[in-house]
């Protein structure tokens, strides 16, 4: 299992933006996909990007055009740029590691960094 920990988020105001970062231990990035999920009070936790170990992407609907993700093995550091935040964007961000062998799927959660997006 890799350890995970999210960092960047805070308070921004709409349309503004913000990078997290999610730095792995304990693995070799390179061997997991890695995505960004999110979840808001009262809602329920939804996939916000995901990037494969072949470095292919795919975006909710929700955040396609505003939002990117990245990683850098050699730093073993996914990145989520966030651009033309919205207020409904408020959320705590997740990371998550996956990592397939086989027919068995691992997965790996960090803490949560809490982004607010408000006037």
């Known amino acids: 299992q890799v350890q995970l920990v999210e960092s960047g988020g805070g308070l921004v105001q709409p349309g503004g933006s913000l990078r997290l970062s999610c730095v792995a231990s304990?693995?070799?990035?390179?061997?997991?996909?890695m995505s960004w999920y999110r979840q808001a009070p009262g809602k329920q936790r939804e996939l916000v990007a995901h990037?494969?170990?072949?470095?292919?992407?795919d975006y909710a609907d929700s955040v396609r055009g505003r939002f990117t993700i990245s990683r850098d093995n050699a730093k073993n550091t996914v990145y989520l740029q966030m651009n033309s935040l919205k207020p409904e964007d408020t959320a705590v961000y997740y990371c998550?590691?996956?990592?397939?062998?086989?027919?068995?799927?691992?997965?790996?959660w960090g803490q949560g960094t809490q982004v607010t997006v408000s006037s």
């Open positions: 990037i494969t170990n072949g470095d292919s992407k």
């Open positions: 998550k590691a996956r990592k397939t062998t086989g027919v068995y799927e691992d997965d790996s």
């Open positions: 304990g693995g070799i990035l390179s061997l997991y996909a």
